[in-house]
């Protein structure tokens, strides 16, 4: 039996087995669980020998996978960054630090989102259960939340005033849900998305 996170290997010993299987794998024994599914006999000189048989997992470290994926993207770069880690509850938060660090951000976030969906991917590749993963640098994701926020309410009283409906411009999931969740208890305007990813946008119509 084989997958691409686990595989059955035997040889004359358990050790000879594992290691036919962490090579098979391209993995190290760090990397890997290892369940004896036959420990093998020598039998009596020789007769009735029976090989030992494993199964190999890869076991899947996010935070170990997410470092290393982005210390290759800072190299490739030129970046130096100090990467820190948090994982609780399937929620992977990642915080990166260093000189220049500003260029990872982007446009918007729109760099430091397209970083985040790519190590989302990495972090998620295989059968492991799903863990969910946000990047972030020089705090920008609450910075920009403040400033949606703010946006929100500021276009609020606009719409109010002018009983006009304003269209926000094009953004993602994460940042619609901000102008949602922040318009929500208002009285007087109401918010819906329109539009086709990754232009879909947020909509403030008066009640």
């Not at 391209?26 to 036959?38: F, N, P, Q, R």
């Not at 494993?54 to 470290?61: E, F, Y």
């Not at 799903?130 to 309410?153: F, H, P, S």
């Amino acid at each position: 039996m084989s997958t691409t996170d686990s595989i059955e290997k035997t040889g004359r010993t358990v050790d000879e087995a594992v290691a036919e299987a962490l090579k098979a794998l391209k993995i190290g024994k760090e990397d890997a669980e290892i369940t004896v599914l036959e420990p093998g006999s020598k039998g009596i000189l020789g007769i009735g020998a029976k090989p030992a048989k494993v199964l190999v997992k890869i076991v899947v470290d996010p935070e170990k996978v997410a470092k290393n994926f982005l210390r290759q993207v800072a190299a490739a770069m030129g970046l130096s960054l100090t990467i820190t880690t948090t994982l609780s509850d399937k929620q992977l938060a990642i915080e990166m630090a260093g000189q220049n660090v500003g260029i990872l951000i982007g446009k918007r976030g729109q760099t430091l989102d397209s970083l985040q969906y790519l190590v989302n991917l990495v972090v998620n590749k295989g059968n492991a259960p799903y863990i969910g993963v946000t990047l972030d640098t020089e705090n920008y994701r609450q910075r920009r939340k403040e400033t949606l926020e703010a946006l929100a309410v500021n276009l609020a009283k606009k719409v109010k005033a002018t009983r006009k409906s304003v269209v926000l411009e094009p953004m993602n999931p994460y940042e619609r849900r901000i102008i949602h969740s922040t318009l929500q208890g208002n009285k007087f305007v109401t918010t819906y998305s329109e539009g086709d990813e990754p232009f879909r946008n947020v909509v403030i119509s008066p009640r």
